[in-house]
């Protein structure tokens, strides 16, 4: 008899500890996320760690989006140094290869062997892809993000470009947005913190 009681009060405290769990709040990324995600319209790129990629070249991992060139004086390298920072915090939360693309916009001036020696300093997870503006523009923009375009002739000049970093699952599609913090006097980046906290609660989600 004891012995059922002691049953009894064991599975009420257990639905109990069940009803409080789930009452307590869950933590929310602060990122934007996409829901559903968002599938990324067919794309073909050249890239530094293969001849050319495409949408399937995002599937089986988790990818990083930017948009970048090695020219650039500021966003891009401090980016990408804490990118690669960050970036073994985020292999631990997931089972798949976490992966960065640099986006070139500024393909006049980066080639793919001049992306190949920018990206390659910051380790093999990180990979650049280019292309010329007729196919480029597209693939930015449906990434929603946006870059300018110099006028022609020009040869000293500077790219304006977001400073957003884009999620894609490893189904290859848009999970979510990470928007740079604009702070006067301060160059617009990422809080790579808070894209780690955020990447954690999205890809446990997953």
């Keep these: 008899m004891n012995r059922l009681l002691y049953i009894v009060i064991a599975v009420f405290a257990l639905g109990i500890g069940f009803g409080v769990y789930q009452l307590i709040p869950k933590p929310e990324p602060k990122a934007l996320v996409y829901q559903p995600p968002r599938p990324l319209a067919t794309f073909e790129l050249d890239g530094t760690q293969a001849t050319t990629v495409n949408n399937q070249s995002l599937q089986g991992q988790w990818t990083l989006l930017f948009t970048g060139y090695t020219y650039c004086p500021d966003i891009c390298p401090t980016t990408m140094a804490q990118l690669r920072d960050i970036l073994p915090q985020l292999q631990q939360s997931v089972n798949e ?27 093999d997870a990180f990979a650049g892809v280019r292309a010329e503006h007729k196919r480029l523009y597209p693939f930015v923009q449906d990434l929603g993000l946006m870059y300018s375009i110099p006028e022609e002739g020009d040869e000293n000049y500077l790219v304006n470009h977001s400073a957003a970093i884009i999620l894609v699952n490893p189904d290859g599609n848009r999970q979510a947005i990470f928007n740079a913090k604009h702070e006067q006097g301060k160059v617009p980046t990422v809080d790579m913190q808070q894209l780690a906290d955020d990447f954690s609660i999205i890809s446990a989600d997953y």
Excluded at 101 to 115: E, F, G, N, Q, Y
């Design 97 to 123: 290869p976490v992966k960065v693309w640099m986006v070139s916009v500024d393909p006049k001036r980066d080639s793919v062997a001049r992306l190949r020696d920018y990206t390659g300093f910051f380790g």
